[in-house]
C-alpha cells in the first residue's frame, strides 16, 4: 500500500509562544512524503533529504494507521524545499505532508477534513518534541492554505482565509530548532505580542506581522535589522518562527526591492508564493 502526498511550509504573522494565540499565512515551499504500508512490518522507518530527526514522521504514520485501528508499519520518505529548521515550518509541512500520504496509502483520504488531518500532525509533534505551542497555527496553515488564526490553548481554528501578497524571505545561514528557544523570555513579551494578534484579528495582517516580529526579535535577543531594512518597502516584516528566517510581504514591486536589499545580506533569499491549496495527495485537484 503506497501513498503520496505534500503540503506547504508557512511564515508567521503572530508567533504563539507567549499567548499561545497564533497566525500564519501558507507559501509555496513544500514537502513531499511517499508511504508505503506493509502489514508484516514491525515498525516504520523514516528517511529525509536532510539532516533532521525521522521520528516526527514516523510516529505521524504510526498515529494515522492506529486511527483506523490497522497494525502495519512500513516507510516514510521526506523530500523537501523548506529550509530546516529555519523558521519556515517545515515541521508542520511534513507531518501534514506524511499524514496525508499515509491515508493516501490507507485509501482513506476522504475520510478525515483537512483540520482533523492537522490535528493527527499536531498531536504527534507533540509526542515527538519538536514544537513548543502545539503549532496548530502553523499545522493549519500548512493543511488548508491561506492565512489562519489559532487559539492553541484549546486546538481551535479561529478564522481562514485566502491570503494574497508577494513574499520575499530571508534566510541566514544559521538553523533555530525550537528546543533552543527561550522560552520564559518570549512570555515577557505577551502584551505586545496579544496586540499583534488583535492586528491580525482585525485584517492588518502586515502590522501585526511587524508588531510580532520586533517582540520577539527583542525577547530571543536576534538583530532585527532584516525587517528595519524591509520596511522601506514592504506593507509588514517580521521574524517567521523563532527565526532565523524573515518574511516580509507587500506589492509585487516592492517585494523586489526588499529582495534586493536583502541579497545583500549573508544567506539566501527565497521568492515563493503564497499558497491558498495547502496540503494535497499527488493526484488530488484542488
Not at 497564533?22 to 509555496?28: K, R
Not at 485584517?203 to 526579535?217: I, L, P, R, S, W
Not at 535577543?221 to 523563532?242: I, K, M, Q, W, Y
Amino acid at each position: 500500500m503506497k501513498g503520496e502526498a505534500s503540503a506547504p511550509g508557512a511564515a508567521t504573522v503572530v508567533n504563539a509562544i507567549a499567548t499561545l494565540k497564533g497566525s500564519a499565512f501558507a507559501v509555496d515551499l513544500r514537502t513531499h512524503a511517499t508511504v508505503e504500508l506493509d502489514e508484516s512490518a514491525a515498525g516504520v522507518d523514516g528517511t529525509t533529504d536532510v539532516d533532521v530527526d525521522t521520528t516526527l514522521i514516523e510516529t505521524c504514520v504510526e498515529k494515522t494507521v492506529a486511527r483506523f485501528g490497522i497494525e502495519a508499519g512500513g516507510t516514510v520518505e521526506t523530500t523537501t524545499e523548506i529550509p530546516p529548521e529555519s523558521g519556515l515550518k517545515s515541521s508542520s509541512a511534513a507531518a501534514n505532508a506524511t499524514v496525508l500520504a499515509t491515508l493516501d496509502a490507507l485509501g482513506e483520504t476522504d475520510t478525515l477534513e483537512p483540520l482533523e488531518t492537522a490535528l493527527v500532525g499536531v498531536e504527534a509533534a507533540r509526542d515527538a518534541g519538536v514544537t513548543i505551542t502545539g503549532a496548530l497555527d502553523d499545522a493549519t496553515a500548512s493543511a488548508l492554505g491561506g492565512v489562519v488564526l489559532t487559539d492553541n490553548s484549546s486546538d481551535e481554528l479561529l478564522h481562514r482565509e485566502p491570503f494574497d501578497r508577494s513574499v520575499a524571505v530571508y534566510v541566514p545561514d544559521e538553523r533555530a530548532p525550537s528546543a533552543s528557544t527561550d522560552v520564559g523570555r518570549s512570555k515577557l513579551v505577551a502584551p505586545v505580542v496579544e496586540r499583534a494578534f488583535d492586528m491580525a484579528r482585525d485584517g492588518d495582517y502586515a502590522d501585526g506581522m511587524t508588531t510580532n516580529g520586533f517582540a520577539y526579535c527583542a525577547a530571543l535577543r536576534r538583530d532585527a535589522s532584516p525587517a528595519v531594512d524591509a520596511l522601506a518597502h514592504a506593507e509588514g516584516a517580521g521574524l517567521s518562527g523563532t527565526g532565523p528566517s524573515f518574511a516580509a510581504i507587500g506589492d509585487t514591486e516592492d517585494i523586489q526591492e526588499v529582495a534586493k536589499d536583502w541579497k545583500k545580506l549573508d544567506g539566501k533569499v527565497l521568492r515563493p508564493e503564497t499558497d491558498n491549496r495547502g496540503a494535497s495527495t499527488n493526484s488530488a485537484k484542488r
